[in-house]
């Protein structure tokens, strides 16, 4: 059975701050990984990785993929509250999606 | 590109009866759709995959009778709730497989809320 397990399950950061959010996998026939924000709505894409030491950067965020060590993590840089959300973290083989619990982000001003 | 519209994005039913939940592709074909449900505080668990004209797949506990899945054209995935019950409250969502139309392969619906009194 495919494994996605993400951590901290949850952090509380000041506006400004830096979070790195973790997440390592066990799956078969891994394709690719994706981290995606979610607000109370469906979730929204910020990357996917499929190459081992290629940061994927875009604004403050960036993401790197381990597929030795079997993890990625995602930064964000000078949080702002904006970005209180929670972080899913998901792996796709055989092109179905596994997902990590998520990391819930609450930035305080 | 890649939009896949669902709907609706919340609904109330009574127990007992069957709720159907939409997600139309606009602008690609959608060969395969998964469904999900996400209960408060967790994570989205995949209820099943479905391909365009032929039966859905469904993950281990997911009651095929009880989530009637359809797929019957490119651009239509249906899930039908049938004889909901309170504990089918959730937030349901649905994911097609864009392949080339995005570059990264997956789009979600906007999700639907049920709440089942």
């Known amino acids: 059975e495919d494994k996605v397990v993400q951590s901290p399950l949850s952090l509380v950061v000041h506006e400004g701050d830096t979070v790195t959010l973790n997440c390592s996998y066990e799956v078969t026939n891994f394709r690719s990984l994706l981290w995606y924000k979610q607000e109370k709505k469906a979730p929204t894409f910020l990357f996917m990785l499929?190459?081992?030491?290629i940061e994927k950067k875009s604004g403050r965020l960036s993401s790197i993929l381990d597929k030795k060590e079997l993890f990625s993590i995602l930064n964000i840089t000078a949080t702002q509250t904006g970005d209180s959300a929670v972080y899913l973290c998901a792996v796709s083989s055989d092109y179905k999606l596994s997902f990590g619990a998520g990391t819930t982000v609450t930035v305080r001003a | 590109g890649a939009v896949v519209s669902q709907h609706p994005s919340r609904v109330i039913c009574k127990s007992g009866t069957s709720v159907k939940i939409e997600c139309r592709s606009l602008?690609?074909?959608?060969?395969?759709m998964f469904w999900y449900r996400q209960f408060p505080k967790q994570s989205l668990m995949l209820m099943a995959t479905s391909n365009e004209g032929s039966k859905a797949t469904y993950e281990q506990g997911v009651e095929k009778d009880k989530f009637l899945i359809n797929h019957a054209s490119l651009t239509l995935s249906t899930l039908t709730v049938t004889s909901a019950h309170p504990e089918d409250s959730s937030f349901y969502i649905c994911?097609?497989?864009?392949?080339?139309?995005?570059?990264?392969?997956?789009?979600f619906g906007s999700g639907t809320r049920l709440t089942v009194v």
């Open positions: 499929t190459s081992s030491g």
């Open positions: 602008d690609f074909q959608a060969t395969t």
């Open positions: 994911s097609a497989w864009t392949g080339g139309a995005s570059n990264y392969g997956y789009t």
